[in-house]
């Protein structure tokens, strides 16, 4: 991984943590970045939108590659992460900060041929981030 790979993976984790979350660096750890834990009323990660969450778990790849989103997380480190995210009960989430851009959320619904998952909608209600 590059140097800028990692800072991004650890400023991505203090992001998380500001916002409540319980997150361990994995890097080098079946293809999973960094895993994030939480219960209660929180920021859902990438977006302004508040819910009440219940174990919510999250497995997180980052990249930080020029070439787009997807040049370095082909079709199996995909399925490999899906694979393992389905067994844990989580969502897998691809945080990609491109070395001249903004940090950019996509879940695995959005991927390129990545099996669409059915997931129960969040409970609770939306807040603002005061």
């Known amino acids: 991984m590059s140097d800028r790979g990692t800072q991004r993976e650890r400023t991505i984790r203090r992001m998380l943590e500001t916002d409540g979350w319980v997150v361990i660096r994995a890097a080098g750890s079946l293809g999973i970045d960094l895993v994030a834990a939480r219960d209660g009323t929180c920021r859902w990660p990438g977006t302004e939108r508040w819910a009440h969450l219940h174990n919510a778990l999250l497995f997180i790849e980052v990249k930080s590659t020029a070439g787009g989103p997807f ?36 879940a695995s619904e959005e991927w390129p041929r990545a099996e669409k998952r059915q997931r129960p909608p969040l409970t609770g209600g939306v807040g603002s981030s005061a």
């Not at 995210?85 to 945080?95: E, F, W």
């Not at 990609?96 to 851009?101: E, H």
């Open 71 to 106: 040049e370095r997380f082909g079709p199996g480190e995909r399925s490999q992460l899906l694979e393992l995210a389905d067994i844990a009960g989580a969502d897998a989430l691809l945080a990609w900060w491109p070395p001249k851009g903004e940090l950019r959320w996509i």
